[in-house]
Each structure stands twice: as structure tokens, then as C-alpha cells.
């Protein structure tokens, strides 16, 4: 008979993460120089983490995706390591609402040889995301605004492909899912957003602890398939 199998998690501390994260794909010099520049510039420093970057770029390569649409561009950042990730003849479009950063970002995709194949949609994706074709998309990241986080989620699901893949950063709401009372109205919202994301029968979710903790989800062909 085969012994009981236990459960066991590891949790990831500051050790293992520095671990791991130099066991994944580098920045590139364009890349520091872009973080350099955007911190000149004014920007905030609120692009995802390079081992977050990675992961999205490895899923965009795995699901062979050829149209990507990211919410919120700021920098170009994540832009560009998921416009790196895709095959000729690709497609990202990319939105974002402030023109200041919209400029920032396609200098930066200029100058790391991506622009050919990203589209920076300056808007507001709530306005933006319903001109893309229903089932057009094979994969989409969400990282902008909370409050519109609900809004992207039904928008996204709805653009996405069955078999397309949903992610979304902060789903640990900058540390503070867990906090006891806090009264922060964007953790409140990506609280609710989890548990929207959580209980949707047409998509299938997982929390990736990178980052600020990463939605992968990928949208079942049948909403009544999903096994938990
Ligand atoms: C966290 S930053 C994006 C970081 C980027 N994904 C990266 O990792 O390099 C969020 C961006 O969303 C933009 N944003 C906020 N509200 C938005 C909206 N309603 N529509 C589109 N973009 C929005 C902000 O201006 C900001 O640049």
C-alpha cells in the first residue's frame, strides 16, 4: 500500500525569491536604462518585477500567442518583454490613459526594436476594451487602474479566445489582502476582483505568488468544465 501522501507548501520568503529570480531570464540593457530614465522622468516605479515580467513572457510563448492586449502600459516595462515573447507577425496593443506615459513608452519601444509590433492605445481601457472583438485575443494582462479591475475582468473574458489566457497583477492587493480592517479602497476592490475572479465557471485561476502576486488563468470553452 503507498504510504499517505502529505500536502506541502513552501512559502516563498525573501531568500528563495532572490533565488529564483536570478534563475529566470535578465533585463537587457535597454530595459535598466528605461527604468533609469523613467524615474528621471517623473514616473512612478510601479512596473512589475522581472521574474513577474518572465513568467509572462514564458506563458505568452507557451500559448503561442499571436494578438495580446495589456491594460495599463505606464514605462513600457511589461510591454516589451511581452511584445519580445511574441512570434513574427505578432500584435500588442497596449493601453494606457495618460498621454505622458503614452509618449514615454513608445520612445522605449522604439528604442528596444518592438514598435513595429505594439500599438500603445492612449485612452481609458473602459473605454478602449470594448473595440476589440469578442473571442479576438489570446491573451490578456491586466495592470492599471483597481478600480477598473471588475470592468477588465468582464472585458477580458469576454475578448479572450477559449483556451486564451487572463492575467492579472496585485491580486495580494500590494501586500495588503490579508490586513485586518484596512481601509484602503483599492484593496478593497481587489479583494472583490479575487473573489469575482475565483468563483467565474469560465475560467479556469490560479494565484502565482511573483510580484505582487499574479493571476493565470486560463477562459474554459465550457463554463460548466472547470474542476477545482
Ligand atoms: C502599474 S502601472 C502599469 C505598469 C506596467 N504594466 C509595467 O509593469 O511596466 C498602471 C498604469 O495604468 C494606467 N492607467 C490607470 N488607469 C487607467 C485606465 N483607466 N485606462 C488605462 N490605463 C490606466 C496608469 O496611468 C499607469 O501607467
Known amino acids: 500500500m503507498l504510504p499517505a501522501m502529505s500536502h506541502r507548501t513552501t512559502a516563498v520568503d525573501p531568500g528563495l ?21 523613467a524615474v528621471a522622468a517623473g514616473l512612478p516605479e510601479i ?13 505568452v510563448r507557451a500559448a503561442g500567442a499571436r494578438t495580446v492586449v495589456e491594460v495599463g502600459t505606464l514605462a513600457g516595462y ?51 476594451l470594448p473595440r476589440f472583438a ?5 491573451v490578456v494582462f491586466v495592470d492599471a487602474d483597481k478600480e477598473g479591475y471588475p470592468v ?12 486564451g489566457l487572463f492575467l492579472a497583477d496585485n491580486a495580494f492587493a500590494f501586500g495588503e489582502v490579508l490586513a485586518p480592517g484596512s481601509a484602503d479602497a483599492g484593496v478593497a476592490v481587489l479583494r472583490r476582483f479575487n473573489d469575482l475572479v475565483a468563483a467565474r465557471a469560465d475560467l479556469q485561476a490560479v494565484i502565482v505568488p511573483l510580484g505582487d502576486g499574479c493571476w493565470v ?6 463554463s460548466g468544465a472547470r474542476a477545482r
Open 78 to 128: 511589461s510591454a516589451i518583454w511581452l511584445a519580445r515573447a511574441l512570434p513574427a507577425g505578432g500584435r500588442l496593443h497596449t493601453i494606457e490613459l495618460e498621454p505622458k506615459c503614452a509618449r514615454f513608452a513608445r520612445t522605449w519601444l522604439q528604442r528596444a526594436g518592438v514598435a513595429d509590433r505594439v500599438e500603445v492605445h492612449e485612452g481609458d481601457a473602459r473605454a478602449v
Open 152 to 163: 477588465y475582468l468582464e472585458q477580458g473574458l469576454r475578448i479572450l479566445r477559449p483556451g
Open 17 to 37: 525569491l532572490a533565488y529564483l529570480a536570478v534563475r529566470t531570464a535578465q533585463e537587457d540593457r535597454v530595459l535598466v536604462e528605461l527604468r533609469a530614465a
Open 47 to 59: 512596473w512589475i518585477a522581472p521574474e513577474q515580467a518572465s513568467l509572462l513572457a514564458i506563458l
Open 134 to 138: 469578442a473571442a479576438s485575443v489570446d
Open 217 to 222: 488563468g486560463v477562459k474554459t470553452e465550457d
